[in-house]
Nanobody, 124 residues
Framework: VQLQASGGGLVQPGGSLRLSCAASGFTLDGYAIGWFRQAPGKEREGVSCISSSGEDTYYKDSVKGRFTISRDNAKNTAYLQMKSLKPEDTAVYYC??????????????????WGQGTQVTVSS
């Protein structure tokens, strides 16, 4: 049972990245998927969440309009498309599975299975 986050890297401000969260050993179908990030010296924070059906999505205010969460159950993969990246988006990004997005009021402890994280650095 493993989640693998990938797609991070170094990008200039205003650039884009697409993160992927691939599951192996289990199916993402039936789980909500959350993306979290943790910057050095800061607590882990929720960035976005998508319901198990894919019908409901939630975003941290600071990323609304710039980030898009999606899922492809056939590929057993979730995605986080990030555009107009800012230096303050620099962090290690993690994906995780849970039962619900709780209407957007979700926390890391609501999610049980975690990927290893992928570094996103936004810098000129």
């Amino acid at each position: 049972v493993q989640l693998q986050a990938s797609g991070g890297g170094l990008v200039q401000p205003g650039g884009s990245l697409r993160l992927s969260c691939a599951a192996s050993g289990f199916t993402l179908d039936g789980y909500a998927i959350g993306w979290f990030r943790q910057a050095p010296g800061k607590e882990r924070e929720g960035v976005s969440c998508i319901s198990s059906s894919g019908e409901d999505t939630y975003y941290k205010d600071s990323v609304k309009g710039r980030f898009t969460i999606s899922r492809d159950n056939a590929k057993n993969t979730a995605y986080l498309q990030m555009k107009s990246l800012k230096p303050e988006d620099t962090a290690v990004y993690y994906c995780a599975t849970g039962l619900h997005c709780y209407g957007g009021n979700y926390y890391s402890y609501d999610f049980g299975s975690w990927g290893q994280g992928t570094q996103v650095t936004v810098s000129s």
